[in-house]
Each structure stands twice: as structure tokens, then as C-alpha cells.
């Protein structure tokens, strides 16, 4: 399956799939919420694993809220009204992974989608993916981001830039969770800030300090058109919000979030820096190359 330029192997867009839609999923609840639709959250808590954290966008949940856990069956024999009522609940706090119906009515059945809830909102089940699955996750992965152009790169530049950022190339076009490549492509890197440190040859790189690195290993300033210019995102307050590299020639490797569905993308610079949103400030720092770095290391 091809998504984004990337060819992706069967086994991740079959892991996709459940992440995007499970057998179980949880819908996040007041206590007194939960208690007027005559449902119970799970005690303890379950636990959600890093890609269902992704998909239902935790991050945005107000720390108070329970999580009622319903498989499709047991959500589809609550009454209408309280599946309309859930399903509300859900955009109402913020959770992801509850679309549109006129998003999806042009390759999903719309009256299943209406009937499901409010007639308005849906959620996610595996019998709504199954029979539409590379459709689907096409769209889910497709819609905000640009595709890969890792093949538009000379294999001079990447020649070039091997030597200041030696897993640059492996881990250009691919997902967090082994779409294809080494382990460097499988194990770390699973945002953007450890995707510029891995490409540099760190190993581990989602456990390393950016800024304790950033400090260590590259100095003020940097060319667009050279390799190994790290490019900073800030906001206001000063906190980093985004990075990415340059490997040569204009072009740029970063990944446009930590999610699951964000893979890690070669972009032109300019493309790169149009994507940023309002109110951040750009910042460039050059890396030192693989043999100034190994010579700062401590014995």
C-alpha cells in the first residue's frame, strides 16, 4: 500500500487498522456523565498504549474524566439516545477519532454512519474499516500532510550528507513501528525532535534531552542547502515546538508529529518552513559531522 509516497508493508496497515479502529475503544466520561447514561468506567484504569493515546488524542482531555470501555457490540445495544449522547460526549470533550459523517458519506455507507449515533458524528469499529481499509487509512494518514519526496532527492546529496547524518536516508520514508528499513527505523525516532537526533546517529534517540543536545553538538546559524542544519520552531515563550534537518540541495528531513500516523517525511525547506503555524520563530544551528561529534564524547 503506498500512502504519502511510502510504500507500507501489509503487517503495519494491518496494526493500523486497530489502532484507527479496535475491538475495544474507550469513551471518556464525567462520573456524572457516566452515571445518567447508566454506564460504568473501568476500575482501575485501563491502559492505553502509545498509539491509542494517539489516536484518541489524550493530550486534549481534561485530567478528570473516566473512560467508560464498550466493544462495537456492546456499543451498538445501548439504546440510540445514549449512543448519540456518548458519541457527543466525545467531541464535547475533545477526544479523537470522532469524524464527520459528511467527511467519510462518499466511501462509507452514510445511512450506517447515521444510524450509528446523532446522525452527525461517528466513531470508529472494525466493521466500518475492514471492508474500505486502504480508503480509509489513505484518507486518515493522507489528509493533513504532504507526501514524501525522498525519491526527488540526487543520490549525490544523499552521499553528501551521510557523513554529518548517517541514518538520514534509512529512516526517510517510513512510520514509527517498522514500515520498512533497519531497526533505526523501527525502534526510535517517534517525533520530530528524536527523528533529527537519530538521523545524527544518535541511538535511543526518544530517551535523549533535544536541548542538552542541541547545546552539545551544533553551534548558532546554518545554510538551508548544506546538510546537517537543524531547524528550531519556537514559540512565544520560548519553547521548542517543532525541528527538523537539512540534508542538502533544499531539502529537509522532519516529522510532522509524534503520532502514529506521522511518518517521517522528506520535504523541500521552503515546504517545510510554509507549514509552521502563525506566532512560532525559526531558529538554525549547525551540527558538527559524525568525527567532531565522536571526538567530544566522553571516553
Not at 4 to 19: D, P
Not at 30 to 57: I, N, Q
Not at 137 to 144: A, C, D, I, N, P
Not at 260 to 268: A, E, G, I, K
Amino acid at each position: 500500500m503506498d500512502v504519502l509516497g511510502i510504500e507500507v508493508e501489509t503487517s503495519l496497515v494491518r496494526r493500523w487498522a486497530t489502532w484507527l479502529a479496535p475491538a475495544c475503544q474507550p469513551f471518556f466520561l464525567t462520573v456524572t456523565e457516566a452515571a445518567e447514561l447508566g454506564l460504568t468506567p473501568e476500575s482501575p484504569p485501563h491502559d492505553l498504549s502509545p498509539e491509542l493515546r494517539d489516536t484518541y488524542e489524550v493530550w486534549n482531555l481534561a485530567k478528570d474524566l473516566e473512560a467508560v470501555w464498550l466493544d462495537e457490540d456492546a456499543f451498538h445495544a445501548q439504546p440510540r439516545e445514549v449512543r448519540a449522547r456518548l458519541v457527543l460526549s466525545q467531541v464535547r470533550h475533545r477526544r479523537g477519532a470522532v469524524p464527520s459523517i459528511t467527511d467519510w458519506a462518499d466511501i462509507l455507507d452514510a445511512q450506517v454512519l447515521r444510524e450509528q449515533a446523532d446522525g452527525h458524528r461517528f466513531v470508529w469499529w472494525p466493521t466500518l474499516v475492514t471492508h474500505h481499509l486502504e480508503a480509509v487509512l489513505e484518507r486518515v494518514l493522507g489528509e493533513w500532510q504532504l507526501p514524501c519526496q525522498r525519491m526527488s532527492v540526487p543520490e549525490e546529496i544523499w552521499r553528501a550528507a551521510s557523513s554529518i547524518l548517517p541514518n538520514a536516508r534509512a529512516l526517510s520514508g517510513t512510520f514509527a513501528s517498522g514500515s520498512r528499513g533497519s531497526s533505526i527505523a523501527r525502534g526510535s525516532a517517534t517525533y520530530c525532535f528524536a527523528t533529527v537526533m537519530a538521523a545524527a546517529g544518535v541511538h535511543d534517540a526518544d530517551d535523549e534531552p533535544f536541548d542538552a543536545w542541541l547545546a552539545a553538538h551544533c553551534t548558532a546559524g546554518g545554510s538551508d542547502d548544506l546538510p546537517g542544519t537543524v531547524l528550531v520552531w519556537r514559540d512565544a515563550d520560548g519553547n521548542n515546538t517543532h525541528a527538523a534537518v537539512t540534508i542538502g540541495g533544499g531539502w529537509a528531513l522532519h516529522k510532522p508529529g509524534q503520532e502514529w500516523l506521522s511518518p517521517r517525511q522528506v520535504l523541500t525547506v521552503p515546504d517545510l518552513i510554509r507549514l509552521a503555524p502563525p506566532g512560532v520563530t525559526l531558529h538554525r544551528y549547525s551540527l558538527q559531522d559524525v568525527d567532531a561529534r565522536t571526538a567530544l564524547e566522553p571516553a
